[in-house]
């Protein structure tokens, strides 16, 4: 990879009491890339996600993104260097509508500040209005539009998902990081998650997914790494990795189909 990657991770290995859930992992994501992390139950994707994004401190590793190393040591730090993600289990605030999920998100870039917001000063009016409307326009770009005033409970599972995406991407990040996007979702829904994925991407974004659906995966991704047992058994183009004996037994196999 000739430019400096999107995203670098190098050495992570992580450890919860007895058990080492993951051995010297890494990976490196190019800008505009649509990268995907997969492996079976227990592999340790989810961990490996989890540390990139904040949620885990590694016992060691290295972390650069958009070539500017940053320590994944708390939630807020990653949103701020411009990682943000969402859940395998979705996290919307139920009785705050849409658009107001989404200005929470926005809220992660704001200016005007605590007195600001107590005083109501005309920064802080205009910067609230500026949230409001990059919110709508959100709303609008996933697909759900005229849902802005429901609360987020009443949203089809589908839509949820589709909010959660909207809130991600308020924070402005440089990295978006969807855990099982398709989780739940029929086959319709797939699809069209599977065009707004390929729109966002379009538009200048990088994207990195766990995802079981493997059919899913090796159509949309440009890359992907394949964990078992908390280390790298495979790295490479979908075709490469799908060809990969080890992959075969592990995770792509008959029992597995």
Same mark, same amino acid.
């Given at each position: 990879?000739?430019?400096?990657?999107?995203?670098?991770? *190098?050495?992570?290995?992580?450890?919860?009491?007895?058990?080492?859930?993951?051995?010297?992992?890494?990976?490196?994501?190019?800008?505009?890339?649509?990268?995907?992390?997969?492996?079976?139950?227990?592999?340790?994707?989810?961990?490996?996600?989890?540390?990139?994004?904040?949620?885990?401190?590694?016992?060691?590793?290295?972390? %650069?993104?958009?070539?500017?190393?940053?320590?994944?040591?708390?939630? #807020?730090?990653?949103?701020?260097?411009?990682? %943000?993600?969402?859940?395998?289990?979705?996290?919307?605030?139920?009785?705050?509508?849409?658009?107001?999920?989404?200005?929470?998100?926005? #809220?992660?870039?704001?200016?005007?500040?605590?007195?600001?917001?107590?005083?109501?000063?005309?920064?802080?009016?205009?910067?609230?209005?500026?949230?409001?409307?990059?919110?709508?326009?959100?709303?609008?770009?996933?697909?759900?539009?005229?849902?802005? *005033?429901?609360?987020?409970?009443?949203?089809?599972?589908? &839509?949820?998902?589709?909010?959660? @995406?909207?809130?991600?991407?308020?924070?402005?990040?440089?990295?978006?990081?969807?855990?099982?996007?398709?989780?739940?979702?029929?086959?319709?829904?797939?699809?069209?998650?599977? &065009?707004?994925?390929?729109? @966002?991407?379009?538009?200048?974004?990088?994207?990195?997914?766990?995802? #079981?659906?493997?059919?899913?995966?090796?159509?949309?991704?440009?890359? @992907?790494?394949?964990?078992?047992?908390?280390?790298? @058994?495979?790295?490479?183009?979908?075709?490469?990795?799908?060809?990969?004996?080890?992959?075969?037994?592990?995770?792509?196999?008959?029992? #597995?189909?």
């Amino acid at each position: 990879m000739s430019e400096v990657p999107m995203l670098s991770v *190098q050495g992570v290995n992580k450890r919860f009491g007895g058990l080492q859930a993951l051995s010297d992992v890494g990976l490196e994501i190019g800008r505009g890339e649509i990268y995907g992390l997969i492996g079976p139950n227990g592999a340790g994707k989810t961990t490996f996600f989890n540390v990139i994004t904040g949620l885990y401190t590694p016992d060691s590793g290295s972390f %650069a993104l958009d070539g500017l190393p940053y320590e994944p040591t708390a939630v #807020h730090r990653v949103a701020e260097a411009g990682i %943000a993600r969402t859940f395998q289990n979705i996290r919307l605030f139920g009785e705050m509508s849409a658009l107001e999920n989404v200005m929470v998100g926005r #809220h992660v870039r704001t200016r005007a500040g605590v007195l600001g917001a107590v005083l109501r000063t005309r920064a802080q009016r205009e910067e609230e209005a500026a949230i409001r409307a990059r919110a709508l326009e959100l709303l609008a770009y996933v697909g759900i539009a005229g849902m802005a *005033q429901q609360a987020a409970r009443t949203l089809s599972y589908g &839509d949820q998902r589709r909010l959660e @995406i909207a809130r991600a991407l308020a924070t402005d990040p440089k990295l978006l990081a969807l855990d099982e996007p398709a989780a739940g979702m029929n086959a319709t829904e797939k699809l069209a998650l599977r &065009d707004l994925l390929v729109r @966002i991407r379009a538009d200048g974004r990088t994207l990195l997914l766990i995802e #079981h659906d493997v059919k899913l995966v090796m159509g949309l991704c440009d890359r @992907i790494t394949v964990l078992d047992y908390g280390r790298e @058994i495979a790295r490479g183009l979908p075709a490469e990795v799908q060809r990969d004996p080890a992959v075969v037994e592990a995770y792509l196999g008959a029992s #597995h189909a």
